[in-house]
């Protein structure tokens, strides 16, 4: 071994460096899968989509994997064209799948853009938006997870014989610190952003820097190929990967085990993670941007414990052991948060270890099974099954969720509404899948109103009124409320006194002659720009487009604020109809452009809307996760008893899952 090659693979810096470097790839793809989750009921709500489509949503990821067996194949393509030229192709995959769908969710696409037209020509029971999300997702799901084998390649090649599994572990760590970060910041980027698919935008542009980082490390592998030319197993001719070692693999009882154990325990973790956020807005009554804060300190707690178990596993071993203590953990977590109302952060903190427990000593124990010329190939098969489970048990959860939750969406028709017009106070009751009471909870009700075309004429069933919103309405107002049930399970609240999300001004009553628009600079010394009555109402739009000359002096103050406040107030009454924040934005003639009721709403005026339409509303109350959380525990039982088997077949096989990750045992391939 020459001295430029110890300075590269066996360079303490330069392998760390390397591992740090490769981990942001996906840590990206971490970040991107997660990011969404937070935002699952605002999909539902400006999208009209069930806990089903989301769960289809989720589920897109796996397609390619599990019915195109692209894992397996993209093992394949890894073992046959190397890591260079299959980690291009399925980065760049992964980066595109994500710019399709943030395009999905954009304002653009749903005000017509590219495509839209071709997405709304089938399948109407599924909005335009959904399906271009669901495509992307789709080609996301193509790219990310042979990315992820790419990336496990990239460890052995450059840890094995080394720190592998701690290599892993901090791989794994990092990777998590994608998911924790997604799960704390979405929501609160979509909150504190002019729109709230600003959230899924930042997510997508992770993924085109995720593909730069590859490219930067491409240069690096270059180099260490040449290095180990000829001398390393990786690269030898008479060792290169053939079809029938995949028949090998199959034929190979700890490869079976350690398939299915990673399989049902992925399954209880991932669709499990793409539903905790609303899992804890629905049982704890949580907002959006604290549900995914809390949901996030499993992945804060896994990125500091993987490293740390793979230290273990390098150091002492016990890695079958170890993963028959994680799938017991699992199991225990998810019975306590179906069956408790125990405080969801000592369960996520045990959760958190739980996960780090078992792919720290799993994904390690790969490379004593399995030859090293069919790393990519097992990785491959493994994660093509893992898929399996990846794409049938979000959609399960999504079925259990719309089945056992009949009672969640409450619609208001014609005579509600009429009440409510005069007095702005709604009443509905908290009622379970049984129809029994639910008394004196703290809740976190949503409240819509969809505005039906003048030609619908309004049905007072309920089962009808929801298809007609669904189909045909129009959301004019979300809002959110904090409330409680009685005793007989009723709650009641104010229309236009909480959280307002969602507002459609083209519904509002407008009127130039009596109201004025007001824009001033953000921040703590707010300066007034411009006010002004020289405004259209909103025709076929929901929004009032502004474009207002500024001169430079005013130009540079609202370029250092970054955002405006803009208030809309009638003269007559002095009352506030609106206010809210506003990125600033000059179009191409220098002037200030603004969408007025496109912003962050801060407060709108309920009783300016028109409510001379045909209005139907939507109480949603929290949704019961108790049977779908019993699921994800039966599949922790499932992976309690492959970790089991595998144990018993390593002391037959002899492969030392037992010992230090560096050292096999003496009877092992």
């Known amino acids: ?127 335009p938006e959904l399906k271009m999300m669901v495509l992307g997702r789709f080609f996301f799901g193509l790219g990310a997870e042979t990315s992820i084998v790419v990336v496990s390649k990239i460890i052995v090649k450059w840890f094995k014989g080394k720190e592998l599994a701690l290599a892993f572990g901090m791989k794994i760590g990092l990777a998590r610190a994608g998911s924790a970060l997604a799960l704390f910041y979405s929501a609160e980027i979509a909150e504190a952003s002019s729109h709230w698919t600003i959230a899924i935008w930042f997510a997508a542009i992770m ?33 290169q990967f053939s079809f029938r070692d995949l028949g090998k693999l199959l034929t190979n009882k700890s490869f079976i085990f350690i398939t299915l154990l990673c399989v049902t325990f992925y399954s209880a973790v991932f669709p499990f993670q793409a539903y905790s956020p609303d899992f804890l807005l629905n049982k704890f009554g949580m907002g959006l941007s604290q549900s995914g804060k809390i949901a996030s300190i499993l992945y804060w707690v896994t990125m500091f414990a993987t490293p740390l178990f793979g230290l273990v596993v390098d150091k002492f071993g016990r890695s079958a052991t170890l993963m028959i203590f994680g799938s017991i953990l699992l199991t225990l977590i998810h019975l306590t948060f179906a069956l408790t109302y125990f405080n969801p952060i000592v369960p996520l903190v045990l959760l958190g270890i739980a996960i780090a427990l078992v792919p720290a000593a799993m994904w390690p124990a790969v490379a004593k099974i399995v030859p090293e010329k069919r790393i990519g190939s097992a990785y491959g098969a493994m994660f093509s099954v893992q898929n399996l489970g ?104 104010t229309l236009g006194t909480d959280s307002t999300e969602k507002i459609n001004i083209a519904y509002f009553n407008i009127d130039p002659e009596s109201q004025i628009i007001s824009i001033y600079t953000a921040g703590e010394k707010s300066k007034e720009i411009i006010s002004t009555s020289q405004f259209e109402i909103p025709v076929d739009q929901d929004f009032i487009k502004l474009e207002i000359e500024v001169d430079e002096k005013n130009k540079s103050l609202l370029k250092a604020s970054e ?54 509303i939507k109480v949603r109350t929290p949704l019961d996760y108790t049977y779908t959380i019993l699921m994800f525990a039966v599949l922790g039982l499932f992976g309690l008893f492959f970790a089991i088997l595998l144990k018993r077949e390593d002391k037959k096989a002899g492969y030392g899952l037992e010992l230090p990750s560096n050292k096999k045992a003496k009877n092992s391939e």
């Open 390 to 493: 990846l794409f049938l048990f979000p959609i399960f959860a999504g079925l259990i969720l719309d089945a056992t939750n009949k009672n969640a969406d409450i619609f208001l028709g014609p005579d509600q509404t009429s009440m409510i017009k005069n007095t702005k106070v709604f009443e509905g009751q908290y009622l379970d899948d049984n129809n029994q009471v639910i008394q004196n909870k703290a809740l976190l009700a949503s409240l819509t109103l969809y505005a039906l075309p003048d030609d619908t004429m309004p049905s007072r069933s309920q089962e009808v009124i929801e298809k007609q919103a669904s189909a045909t309405g129009e959301i004019i107002w979300t809002e959110y409320y904090q409330t409680r049930s009685n005793r007989s399970g009723i709650f009641r609240d």
């Open 563 to 616: 955002k405006v406040n803009i208030s809309l107030t009638d003269t007559s009454s002095k009352q506030l109809i609106l206010a809210e924040k506003h990125k600033v934005f000059f179009n191409d003639a220098g002037q200030l452009s603004l969408k007025v009721g496109k912003g962050e709403i801060e407060y709108a005026n309920i009783q300016y809307l028109d409510w001379d339409k045909n209005i139907v």
């Open 207 to 239: 993924l085109l820097v995720a593909f730069l980082a590859f490219l930067v490390y491409a240069i690096f592998d270059v180099r260490i190929d040449r290095q180990l030319k000829g001398e390393t197993d990786l690269l030898k001719k008479d060792e």
């Open 1 to 127: 071994m020459n001295a430029l090659q110890r300075s590269l693979k066996d360079s303490v810096g330069i392998r760390w460096a390397i591992l740090f470097l490769i981990a942001f790839v996906q840590a990206a793809n971490y970040y991107f899968y997660d990011a969404i989750s937070p935002l699952k009921r605002l999909l539902e709500e400006n999208f009209n989509i069930t806990s089903a489509d989301y769960g289809m949503f989720v589920a897109a990821y796996s397609i390619p994997n599990t019915f195109l067996l692209m894992a397996v194949l993209g093992g394949i393509i890894l073992d046959k064209l190397g890591i260079r030229r299959t980690g291009f192709l399925f980065v760049g995959m992964m980066a595109l799948g994500g710019l399709l769908t943030a395009y999905g969710a954009s304002e653009y696409f749903s005000s017509g853009g590219f495509a839209y037209g071709f997405f709304n020509s089938f399948l109407s029971n599924y909005s």
